[in-house]
């Protein structure tokens, strides 16, 4: 279904009883941010939240895509699934053989409705331009600032317009602005992205680029910004299969060879000059819950704002998962399965991107196994398909195997392992996001191929049977004084794991930890791998531990393969993986890179929303989520000193 444009999606939420109304002050200055994350967090996403009174002239959107229930909202379905199916559907009809002149003619409805989908681009202004700024300012505008060491306010949710210099093709995307000034921002071009080869197209030519940002509209906009569509694939099409109805497209004031959409509540206009110095950007509290470091890119130079009569601001805030941001990324999941199945993986029955993953750095992957290596094909497919290929575990299970229950996942893989024969590792391309790669934008990568190992992939040597011996916490603790705490869950979730919190404080101290417990601890033959994490990191806190492992961890860089003849078996193999989750620095590993902080509300901010609750009226008070993470972090600065 379409929305008019966001009033209408603010008033279905309202309706659906998803949305509060916060009528009192609150300050676009980390308040709002704060108050998001509280609710977003308070279980099931919370509700949107409509900031009325913001001390400017216009009320701001938070948590709109925030659960399940509004992300299918958003996109007019009942449940993610629903796209998927009718995508499936499509590619049946359209690549199945037409072997008659009747099959063709049934076939005629469905191009006509492809031809509904196609954006149209309309004469005249429109609603997105009925009030023009006389003098184009962004400090006009609520945008709010996320996080303490934020560079300044970022515009979070832009829906960003670019075309192709030469052939003239749009792409939509999403990529964060940092406001400089009343007239200027950053645009934060990854190098992988489509907008930065246009940006590329335009300094050949030694021309500027015009850019324009729509912030508001149908719902469906933002998200078919960020969905991972194919190279000149225009995501008003995919809006337009979203919503049923063609999106309605205006020409700009300012830079008329782009077009935005009629409805958007804001539209602001202008240009990158290749020319320029580029600008030192960031740090920004992003979706990975630590901070980008800054860096430096183009300058956005603003022409024109524009907006239609009574609009609202849309944001959002990225950091520690979960956040609203997981959900867009969900209906990617969902949505873009259908494609990968039928186009590049056939055997993949089903898939799951596990919120502590942060979207690109875990990936499970659930497949109809039929021959030897197979998990290995999927592997190399998946890490060429799009963005895709920034992935950094991928986890391969069976099609009998339940992948949305992780505890029967967890207990399945491990049983079908052998860590010294089916865990692959390569290095590619990474998310410029990821700071545990030695190189920015480019490092290791682990696949963990956890299906039933068919005959031709089976290693008998590694098979050593279980035992009764159990592993006690405390003889790892009292043996290795540099551990903090340890979770065995043999012992209470029979999965041949430990997790363990260590001090590092000497070059190479995680691989020589490992070969000592790996050769000293009674019973270790029956643990197949050990995660090293932060010594101010809680091992039985599994979400958190995971979440912070994943982000700190280079799979080729940091693991450690112990492989002995078995102690307990004789001639059997003992292996044990070992996987360095830690904060990696130069002088213990190394590491030449900077090391980002952790992303953690200020103090101040904190007791300030504390004391104003009440006023807010949503409901009972809520703690900040940042309080639980405090220990957790180097220090107070961005950069990791």
């Not at 509280?38 to 913001?54: D, I, M, P, Q």
């Not at 149209?120 to 700024?133: A, L, M, S, T």
């Not at 599994?542 to 102690?567: G, M, Q």
């Not at 590993?589 to 006023?615: C, H, L, M, Y």
Request: charged share 25%; net charge neutral; with cysteine.
């Amino acid at each position: 279904m379409a929305y008019r444009n966001q009033d209408d999606f603010i008033k279905a939420l309202e309706k659906a009883g998803e949305l509060i109304r916060i009528k009192s002050f609150v300050d676009p200055r980390l308040e709002i941010a704060e108050i998001t994350d509280r609710v977003s967090k308070s279980g099931n996403g919370g509700k949107a939240l409509l900031f009325e009174n913001t001390g400017y002239d216009f009320p701001v959107l938070m948590n709109a895509y925030g659960s399940e229930k509004r992300m299918c909202m958003a996109l007019g379905i009942k449940q993610l699934d629903d796209v998927a199916f009718e995508i499936e559907q499509l590619f049946k009809l359209l690549t199945k053989p037409k072997e008659s002149i009747l099959d063709k003619l049934n076939l005629l409805p469905k191009l006509s409705e492809f031809a509904s989908w196609m954006p149209k681009i309309k004469k005249g202004r429109g609603v997105c331009q009925e009030i023009i700024f006389s003098e184009p300012d962004l400090s006009r505008l609520p945008v709010i600032t996320c996080w303490p060491k934020d560079g300044g306010p970022f515009i979070t949710l832009p829906i960003i317009h670019t075309k192709d210099i030469n052939t003239g093709i749009r792409n939509v995307g999403m990529y964060r602005m940092q406001i400089f000034n009343r007239k200027t921002t950053g645009m934060h071009w990854h190098k992988h992205k489509v907008s930065a080869r246009h940006y590329n197209g335009y300094k050949t030519a030694g021309k500027k680029m015009p850019v324009a940002v729509a912030l508001g509209g149908d719902p469906v906009y933002a998200y078919s910004a960020t969905a991972p569509l194919p190279e000149n694939v225009d995501e008003y099409m995919l809006a337009g299969f979203l919503r049923k109805k063609k999106v309605e497209l205006v020409k700009c004031i300012t830079q008329p060879e782009l077009e935005v959409p009629s409805d958007a509540d804001f539209v602001i206009e202008g240009y990158v000059d290749p020319g320029d110095e580029l600008i030192w950007e960031g740090p920004f509290g992003d979706h990975t819950g630590y901070y980008s470091l800054p860096d430096w890119y183009p300058k956005f130079h603003v022409t024109c704002i524009t907006h239609k009569k009574n609009p609202v601001y849309p944001a959002t805030i990225v950091g520690i998962p979960p956040q609203e941001d997981a959900w867009l990324g969900k209906a990617t999941e969902r949505i873009f399965l259908a494609p990968i199945k039928m186009m590049m993986v056939p055997e993949i029955v089903d898939m799951d991107m596990p919120v502590e993953g942060v979207f690109h750095n875990l990936v499970i992957t659930q497949i109809k196994k039929e021959y030897a290596g197979q998990a290995q094909k999927v592997m190399n497919a998946m890490w060429g398909a799009g963005q895709m290929m920034f992935n950094k575990i991928l986890i391969i299970a069976d099609e009998h195997t339940d992948i949305k229950n992780y505890y029967l996942l967890a207990k399945t893989i491990f049983r079908n392992l052998n860590v010294a024969a089916n865990i692959f590792f390569t290095t590619g391309p990474m998310d410029v996001l990821d700071h545990s790669c030695s190189k920015l934008g480019f490092g290791g990568k682990m696949c963990i191929d956890g299906t039933n190992q068919l005959e031709e992939e089976y290693d008998e040597r590694y098979m050593i049977p279980e035992t009764e011996l159990i592993i006690k916490e405390t003889d790892i603790i009292d043996a290795f004084p540099e551990i903090n705490k340890v979770n065995v869950l043999t012992g209470r979730l029979g999965i041949p794991c430990i997790i363990i919190s260590v001090q590092k404080n000497r070059q190479g101290h995680i691989r020589e930890l490992h070969k000592k417990i790996c050769e000293e601890i009674t019973g270790i033959e029956q643990i197949k791998m050990i995660l090293y994490i932060e010594q101010s990191v809680d091992p039985h806190k599994l979400s958190t531990a995971l979440w912070r492992f994943c982000n700190n961890l280079d799979p080729k860089r940091d693991h450690i393969l112990f492989e002995a003849p078995s102690k307990s078996c004789r001639g059997k193999i003992f292996a044990c993986i070992g996987l360095d989750g830690t904060r990696k620095i130069k002088e213990l590993d190394g590491f030449e890179r900077d090391w980002p902080n952790i992303i953690v509300a200020d103090d101040r901010t904190i007791e300030s929303v504390d004391n104003k609750w009440n006023q807010l009226n949503i409901g009972p008070f809520i703690s900040s989520p940042s309080l639980q993470f405090k220990e957790q972090m180097y220090g107070e600065e961005a950069v990791v000193k």
